[in-house]
């Protein structure tokens, strides 16, 4: 019901947008700081179209399982689900391109990890983590044999470590602290890394998942 009544409003209170062909419908109230037509549109000038491919329809407001996974933002069955709690445009761009970068990672996960190279990039940089927290905390037993996501590692690296802590510790491993969580957030943020953050820092640190995401760009991008 509620995705029914978020179109009727959109219609009436112009929260009703597009992003690369894509219809984004604001459920719930943004703050009166965010210019929401800057959002997409610098969305629109940072990542190509057909990275967008997969993705039916975006939603911004509040929604169950954000509260329940403690999460700003999610990729499921076609659809982005982003939250209306942000601080700045940026925030709220960076939440978006992240999701887009998980339907990329849907659509081509046969082309990202087949070939097993980017796993052994992220299981390296993970044992040379582990043995920096190491000195200083109980690392979770299985953190060097589990690279999906899992929810004690999570809490372990957001609040045993501190993101503030972790990103100082992550340098010149992870692109960020939140990249060393699991394989599919590694993906993520270097996909983030590429499109609005440094490639040449990326590239640096992360050789073979900024070749790969290279590649496919130069491979999509060949195909239109």
Avoid at 15 to 28: A, E, N, P, Q, T
Avoid at 65 to 74: F, G, L, Q, S, V
Wanted: with cysteine.
């Amino acid at each position: 019901m509620w995705i029914e009544e978020s179109i009727k409003k959109g219609n009436k209170m112009r929260d009703h947008f597009s992003l690369s062909g894509i219809d984004v419908f604001v459920k719930d109230q943004l703050p009166r700081e965010i210019d929401t037509s800057f959002v997409f549109e610098y969305i629109r000038s940072r990542i190509p179209f057909f990275f967008m491919s997969g993705i039916d329809i975006i939603y911004i407001g509040q929604f169950p399982m954000m509260k329940k996974r403690d999460i700003n933002a999610y990729f499921e069955d076609g659809a982005i689900y982003v939250t209306n709690d942000q601080d700045d445009e940026m925030d709220m761009i960076e939440d978006i391109i992240h999701e887009i970068s998980h339907a990329v990672e849907s659509n081509h996960q046969e082309f990202i990890y087949s070939t097993g190279a980017i796993q052994r990039e992220f299981i390296a940089k993970r044992a040379r983590l582990n043995d920096l927290l190491s000195q200083k905390f109980n690392v979770p037993k299985d953190f060097n044999t589990n690279f999906e996501y899992d929810k004690g590692i999570d809490d372990f690296l957001y609040r045993n470590v501190g993101y503030d802590a972790l990103n100082q510790i992550c340098v010149n491993i992870f692109p960020s602290a939140y990249a060393a969580t699991s394989l599919s957030e590694y993906w993520a943020k270097g996909f983030e890394e590429l499109f609005i953050g440094d490639p040449a820092v990326l590239r640096d640190i992360c050789p073979v998942l900024f070749r790969t995401l290279v590649t496919l760009l130069k491979d999509l991008d060949e195909e239109t």
